[in-house]
Structures are given as C-alpha cells and as structure tokens.
Nanobody, 123 residues
C-alpha cells in the first residue's frame, strides 16, 4: 500500500484543517487506518484510528472532541478533520495502514506509512 497525505498548512489557533490520505496499490476497504503526528526530536504520537468500515474510531485524549477521522473506501481515502486547532497541534502528520484487526495506537501496530504533511498552528 502506498499512502499520500495532503492538506497540511499554516492556520491560526482556533481554525480548522482537513487532511486527506489517498491510498494506492490495493484497496483499503478491509484494513485499519490511522493518523499519527510527530514533532522533530520526539516520538511519533498516535492521533486517531478508524476501523475498516468506519464503525469504530479511537482518538488520543489530546484531540478527542476536536478531531474527527473518517473514510471513503470507494475513493480509497481517509480524512482527518481538525477543528479548534491549538499551537500544540503543530507537527508533521502521517497516515498509516494496518493489516491487523484491532485499532492500534502505537506506531508498531501499523505496516505502511505515508510521507507526512506539515501542520503549523500560529498563536
């Protein structure tokens, strides 16, 4: 699976961004998808994950209530809607795909990674 994340940019605190992750190479309709973020020099941090049919989702405590993950399997695409953004949300955001059935929350639960898209939130 090849993953291409997009939609990052510069936004003021309180604003919104929508990230997209386009998959190719195989359908993603039967696998778990996730979003992570990373600040240089720190560990990659779990943000959200979504079950193959969108029926179950998980979020980190730091984004719960502000971010929403969704997917359109027909378009082989996953989204991360980010609202009420804060400066501490500034990071490179990565999408990932997992061949496991559980909604993983660590980077080791995921087998494929996109290249990342930078989100910068100014105060």
């Amino acid at each position: 699976v090849q993953l291409q994340a997009s939609g990052g940019g510069l936004v003021q605190a309180g604003g919104s961004l929508r990230l997209s992750c386009a998959a190719s190479g195989r359908p993603i309709s039967d696998i778990v998808m996730g979003w992570f973020r990373q600040i240089p020099g720190t560990e990659r941090e779990f943000v959200a994950s979504i079950q193959w049919n969108g029926g179950y989702t998980k979020y980190s405590d730091s984004v719960k209530g502000r971010f929403a993950v969704s997917r359109e399997n027909a378009k082989n695409t996953v989204f991360l809607q980010m609202n009420s953004l804060k400066p501490e949300d500034t990071a490179v955001y990565y999408c990932a795909a997992s061949t496991r059935t559980v909604l993983g929350i660590t980077r080791y639960d995921y087998d494929y990674w996109g290249q990342g898209t930078l989100v910068t939130v100014s105060s």
